[in-house]
């Protein structure tokens, strides 16, 4: 337990917007010119305007900085005391740094036995799968707790573990080196999450760090210019080699860019003719989107557009076996990409020394996936799926509140024998 308040030194966007709220705290109520200057106007009129956040800020009191558990340009998330009790505070900005997403959820009990996991699992809601295993020395998924475990569900970026396994396996069987050095193009580009799209085309970098952008950042770019430098037909063997039950609901494999294509537009007709295609003409289709300027997109589309049409897929019995693959490929490129960032979830460096993470999520889309070593050697996996084709879950809500599950799944995992 940390007693004292943690120094802390904003340097993105995120952080100094989370450095304001921390301040707003000890001198509410603001002004409605402050107020405005940092808070994006969606969010602002869900609160009630200016006088709903001071009002909120009234409720909570001061609020002081315990830790900073996870960190990137546009999300901080930070643990906090407040006048009785602890939160923990998720805090998102868009692309001019104003907060357009902020929540603060008191910290409650881990669960303490598979009972109280599956409580909290149905609390998140309307098609929940999950699954907690062992990886056994042989390379077995042994699943000691599961939810629709063998139930396949859209997973979103979740799916770039297959693209990394790609990677290593053509590193592992001669063809590519991680140190290969690849030029970022222009027509391979696409949308946010990442970085890689601002860098201008020309810039050389090795596949390690296309990786390391792939799985720690979630970078589209990075992910589409390996795709295309790996082949589609080796990303959809992984799928193969690493297990999956049924690779054939990821055919054609979609670039990001092919998928904002599908689900960012204006044109709703694109899709429908799309999935009205038989599946064998569908990827000329693909090939077709990737040829078309990226679509103009300034928020995220507020309701779930096909996802359990046009998505990625795979169970939580398939991604146990992902981690799986990746551990018996054991390349060092691989586990650094995946210890970057374990998005805030913190297990217990003496117990678990080792943590892999790799998510997804898009509107109707919430996915969380873990592999934890122990001190005593032994793989851990967890992987959390939460979706709804009609209703989008509130992605920062639902991630703070799976935290606690994941981490007590895996103090009940490392107890079992």
């Known amino acids: 337990m940390i007693d004292e308040t943690a120094t802390h030194t904003s340097s993105t966007p995120a952080e100094r917007q989370l450095d304001w709220l921390l301040d707003a705290s000890l001198r509410g109520p603001l002004p409605d010119g402050e107020i405005r200057r940092h808070l994006a106007p969606a ?3 869900a609160i009630g305007g200016p006088d709903g956040f001071n009002a909120a800020l009234a409720a909570v009191g001061r609020l002081a900085l315990r830790e900073t558990l996870m960190t990137q340009p546009d999300q ?3 643990a906090v005391r407040g006048r009785t009790t602890g939160y923990r505070i998720t805090v998102h900005v868009e692309a001019a740094g104003l907060v357009d997403n902020l929540r603060l959820t008191p910290e409650e009990p881990e669960p303490a036995s598979w009972t109280e996991i599956d409580a909290r699992l149905a609390e998140l809601g309307t098609r929940v799968s999950f699954a907690a295993a062992r990886i056994e020395p042989d390379g077995q998924c042994r699943i000691a707790h599961g939810l629709d475990a063998d139930t396949p569900r859209p997973i979103g970026s979740a799916f770039k573990l297959y693209v990394l396994g790609a990677l290593a396996q053509a590193v592992a069987e001669g063809r590519l080196s991680w140190n290969e050095q690849l030029a970022i193009r222009d027509d391979h580009k696409s949308l946010p999450s990442g970085t890689l799209q ?16 792939m799985i720690s950042i979630s970078d589209n770019t990075a992910t589409d210019r390996l795709i ?6 080796a990303v959809r063997r992984q799928l193969s080699l690493f297990g999956h ?7 054609p494999i979609l670039t990001t860019k092919a998928f904002f294509q599908l689900k960012a537009t204006s044109d709703e007709d694109r899709a429908r003719q799309y999935l009205a295609l038989p599946t064998h003409q569908r990827t000329a289709a693909v090939l077709e989107l990737e040829q078309l300027p990226l679509p103009q997109v300034h928020e995220t589309w507020p309701q779930p557009r096909y996802i359990d049409q046009i998505e990625y897929f795979a ?7 992902a981690y799986a693959g ?6 060092p490129e691989i586990h650094h990409a995946l210890s970057l960032n374990d998005d805030g979830l913190h297990l217990d460096a003496l117990q678990f020394p080792s943590v892999w993470y790799k998510g997804g999520s898009e509107p109707g889309v919430v996915t969380l996936h873990y592999l934890a070593r122990t001190a005593d050697g032994r793989a851990l996996a967890t992987s959390l799926m939460v979706s709804d084709p009609t209703t989008a879950p509130d992605t920062i809500d639902v991630a703070a509140r799976s935290q606690s599950i994941v981490r007590a799944a895996f103090r009940l995992l490392a ?3």
């Open 326 to 331: 990746l551990l018996r490929l054991d390349q």
């Open 315 to 321: 169970s939580p019995a398939d991604i146990c076996h």
């Open 76 to 78: 901080v998330q930070a």
């Open 228 to 233: 295309h430098r790996l082949g589609r037909e």
């Open 43 to 45: 969010l602002l009129e």
């Open 415 to 417: 107890l079992q024998r």
């Open 198 to 213: 601002n860098r201008p085309a020309g810039t050389m970098l090795p596949l390690s760090d296309y990786a390391d952008h």
């Open 245 to 251: 039950r049924q690779p054939e609901a990821n055919v």
